[in-house]
């Protein structure tokens, strides 16, 4: 398959890590890979560990926990973790669920698309159109320098194999102090940052940002991150200083679209 395989790496080490962890004592967890239908690979993990009931089911690769009991289970705090193995296997175009009778164990079950072969005929040519077409889609944003903002290393990780991975240089702050030490030292193009943080949120960097001394700082374009959708929440962020809203857990094909718009954007603040 086309995959980067670090970052496949790290998804199904955390996924087995899941799977052990809550296995019972000299028990086992199952694996099984094998081919499945319109070219894809079918990845089963079973462990025979504490099951989760139907309603908590849906939150599993949640990266904060319910705080309806009947949402919970003991599986949870790993929430972050699979929240993660879930954003990397989206972004390789596959899928993963998990399935439960709700007492006797989990099994998480990953699809992943294989990578067609071409036909004999005029081989080399469709070689050279998906060689090509592949190149243009992973420098999108070639050139292009991205400050992301997250105390969230899962999410920080996430947002920033992304960017990466379509060209982009990315310099990582896990706080708004971080943040702003790294505005003046670098020459950044784009400013993707998270809402929720402590002691300064993101509403709190963007305030610094737009009323720096600093002409390049102040009109620097800018995302919010946040798991927060209304439009009220929409609103607030547009009124802060930011240009765009994204939605936790980011959708790799939006984020990557909105640096791409943003970059090169002069801003006017008054």
């Not at 199952?30 to 079918?42: D, G, W, Y």
């Not at 990845?43 to 139907?54: I, P, Y």
């Not at 990557?256 to 002069?266: F, K, N, S």
Request: net charge negative; proline share 4%.
């Amino acid at each position: 398959m086309l995959a980067d395989g670090a970052r496949l790496r790290q998804a199904l080490i955390g996924l087995f890590n899941s799977a052990i962890h809550f296995a019972p004592e000299k028990g086992t967890v199952e694996v099984c890979l094998r081919p499945s239908a319109r070219e894809m690979a079918e990845l089963t993990v079973h462990d025979a560990g504490v099951g989760v009931d139907a309603d908590a089911l849906p939150y599993l690769f949640s990266r904060q926990r319910p705080t309806d009991p009947a949402k919970q289970s003991a599986r949870a705090k790993y929430g972050r973790g699979l929240g993660l193995v879930r954003d990397i296997i989206d972004l390789h175009g596959g899928t993963i669920k998990a399935e439960t009778d709700g007492e006797s164990g989990v099994t998480f079950r990953v699809t992943l698309p294989l990578q067609a072969s071409p036909r004999a005929v005029r081989v080399e040519k469709v070689r050279e159109v998906e060689e090509t077409s592949r190149a243009e889609l992973r420098s999108r944003l070639s050139g292009t320098r991205v400050l992301i903002v997250d105390d969230d290393p899962d999410a920080r990780e996430v947002v920033a194999a992304i960017l990466r991975h379509y060209g982009a240089s990315v310099i990582v702050a896990t706080s708004v102090s971080t943040a702003l030490v790294a505005l003046r030292r670098e020459q950044i193009d784009v400013l993707v940052a998270d809402l929720g943080m402590p002691i300064e949120d993101g509403y709190d960097l963007i305030r610094q940002v737009r009323s720096s001394e600093s002409e390049r700082i102040a009109r620097l374009p800018a995302a919010a991150l946040t798991a927060y959708t209304t439009e009220e929440d929409r609103d607030r962020v547009l009124a802060a200083g930011f240009q765009f809203h994204l939605a936790k857990p980011v959708d790799p094909a939006v984020l990557v679209a909105t640096v791409e718009r943003l970059r090169g954007e002069t801003l006017s603040v008054h």
